[in-house]
């Protein structure tokens, strides 16, 4: 298979312009409950791809009308199973966060909210299918989905990503490069969400104390019981993420809610834990318990054909600057997760280079940018 190499890692001056045009991107807030924000955010992406002759379908989804966008290079009638490209605008920090974490480099680090995760993959990938608008300029037509729902389980996304991905012959996620190095991801344990609701009996604290039917003690029981899932040792993970309950102190309270992530290696696996979640039992007879459990990510496991994809993409990341290795599973879900489930083969986390997703101190690594971004040039211009 031959291959052609378009181009190596850049000048400085390169660097500091795809940094100049990705800070548009990073200023432009864009959390997940935000509509309007998100709404902005896909009005500079869709520009973007216009602009460059992509074809742009921008579309609203969702109970909460959010913006989807697909940008192509596909020729009209064009029914070949293609590339998908697959990315997310969407962001996990409120509005109002440049003004603790302003978009700003230091020590070639630019930081901003959701720089890392992902508008940076995101900007990179499309700069480069930008580059390849017209149909037929790639060996594969390319498809890019960016949906605006990922940082809250994508919901409303889920079921337009699998289509995308039936229909595709290879499924592109440019998440974040792992930390230290730069890895992709071929592996990703699911993810699946419990909330648990106690209803005791209410009753004066003092007085009649009791008559009472404690809500938060039985919750105790079952946090401990639900913590008690966790094994490691076989990569299942169950965390009581929030607790609320009570009214007044005075009162035994009768309503305790829990909020409950689990992640799995397998399908196995989150099979037996929904069933051990559901089989929980109150341990006062009195106290009633409301079970609503879902797996809402499917694990990505490494099939054969994503391996052969990954060796595809090592011999375009090479004359690059970079080795494409890969990295241990990841604990944390992604998109990638439905594409891989429906059978096509995925590699995740090709994005942009840097650190400290979810925090103040996200960042990407500015001198990166040219050789990720020849990168998905020769991976574009290759892939087949």
């Given amino acids: 298979m031959s291959t052609?190499?378009?181009?190596?890692?850049?000048?400085?001056?390169?660097?500091?312009?795809?940094?100049?045009?990705?800070?548009?991107?990073?200023?432009?807030?864009?959390?997940?409950?935000?509509?309007a924000a998100?709404?902005?955010?896909?009005?500079?992406?869709?520009?973007?791809?216009r602009a460059a002759g992509l074809t742009v379908t921008l579309s609203e989804i969702g109970e909460t009308k959010l913006p989807m966008i697909v940008a192509s290079n596909r020729a009209p009638g064009d029914t070949r199973r293609g590339l998908l490209l697959l990315a997310h605008i969407d962001s996990v920090h409120p509005i109002g966060t440049l003004k603790t974490n302003p978009c700003r480099i230091e020590d070639d680090k630019l930081y901003g909210?959701?720089?890392?995760?992902?508008?940076?993959?995101?900007?990179?990938?499309?700069?480069?299918?930008?580059?390849?608008?017209?149909?037929?300029?790639t060996k594969l037509p390319v498809d890019f989905l960016l949906v605006p729902d990922e940082e809250v389980g994508s919901h409303a996304s889920r079921a337009y990503i699998e289509d995308f991905a039936k229909q595709a012959r290879y499924a592109l996620v440019p998440e974040p490069a792992r930390p230290n190095g730069g890895r992709c991801v071929t592996g990703r344990k699911g993810t699946g969400m419990l909330?648990?609701?106690?209803?005791?009996?209410?009753?004066h604290a003092g007085m009649a104390h009791e008559k009472g039917r404690s809500a938060i003690r039985e919750m105790a029981h079952q946090i401990l019981a639900l913590e008690a899932m966790t094994d490691y040792a076989?990569?299942?993970?169950?965390?009581?993420?929030?607790?609320?309950?009570?009214?007044?102190?005075?009162?035994?309270?009768?309503?305790?809610?829990?909020?409950?992530?689990?992640?799995?290696?397998?399908?196995?696996?989150?099979?037996?834990?929904?069933?051990?979640?559901?089989?929980?039992?109150?341990?006062?007879?009195?106290?009633?318990?409301t079970i609503d459990v879902e797996l809402n990510r499917p694990p990505m496991v490494k099939s054969p054909e994503a391996d052969k994809l990954l060796q595809q993409l090592k011999q375009y990341a090479t004359p690059c600057g970079f080795e494409l290795d890969e990295a241990p599973v990841s604990g944390g879900g992604s998109d990638a997760n439905f594409t891989s489930a429906v059978g096509c083969p995925s590699i995740d986390g090709l994005g942009a280079e840097g650190d400290g997703a979810h925090t103040l101190r996200e960042h990407v690594f500015v001198s990166a940018l040219p050789r990720r971004l020849a990168f998905w040039r020769n991976t574009l211009a290759n892939i087949e």
């Fill in 113 to 137: 909210p959701g720089a890392f995760d992902m508008k940076g993959g995101a900007f990179l990938a499309l700069t480069a299918l930008g580059e390849f608008s017209t149909p037929n300029s």
């Fill in 234 to 289: 076989r990569g299942i993970t169950v965390s009581v993420g929030t607790i609320s309950g009570g009214t007044v102190t005075n009162t035994v309270p009768s309503h305790c809610e829990v909020m409950v992530d689990f992640r799995i290696p397998d399908e196995a696996a989150g099979e037996e834990i929904v069933a051990r979640i559901q089989a929980l039992k109150p341990h006062d007879p009195d106290v009633t318990l």
């Fill in 38 to 49: 998100v709404h902005r955010m896909a009005q500079i992406v869709a520009t973007k791809a």
């Fill in 4 to 35: 052609t190499t378009l181009d190596k890692p850049s000048t400085d001056a390169l660097a500091q312009s795809l940094a100049l045009e990705l800070r548009t991107w990073i200023e432009c807030e864009s959390p997940s409950n935000n509509p």
């Fill in 195 to 203: 909330k648990l609701i106690c209803t005791g009996r209410p009753s």
